[in-house]
């Protein structure tokens, strides 16, 4: 019977991961123990990259290479 493959490491990135929403996340990651063995979580801001920019935000995810991306980054207020 053949084996089941092996899991891809998971990467997991948050756009607007400094944010309210995302620092809900942060918080359900690193203090209630949110993380599965083996993830990877990144949260990244503006700062990290503006996602405005298409070319650095091309860079940006080449680098991290994620498998996953919450996508929260946004101008919510005005
Ligand atoms: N809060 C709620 O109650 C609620 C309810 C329902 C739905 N949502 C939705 O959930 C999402 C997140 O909401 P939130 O309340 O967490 O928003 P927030 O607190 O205003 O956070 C916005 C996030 O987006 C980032 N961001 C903004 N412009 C960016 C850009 N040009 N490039 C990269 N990152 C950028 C900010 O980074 P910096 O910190 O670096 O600026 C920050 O991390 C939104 O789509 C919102 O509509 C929120």
């Avoid at 209630?32 to 860079?59: H, K, P, Q, Y």
């Amino acid at each position: 019977m053949a084996s089941a493959a092996p899991a891809l490491p998971t990467k997991v990135l948050v756009t607007g991961g400094t944010g309210l929403v995302g620092n809900g996340i942060q918080a359900a990651i690193a203090e209630e123990g949110g993380a599965v063995a083996g993830e990877t979580w990144v949260f990244m801001s503006s700062r990290d990259c503006n996602l405005l920019d298409i070319a650095a935000t091309r860079a940006y995810f080449t680098e991290q290479a994620p498998t996953h991306i919450i996508h929260l980054a946004a101008k919510v207020r005005a």
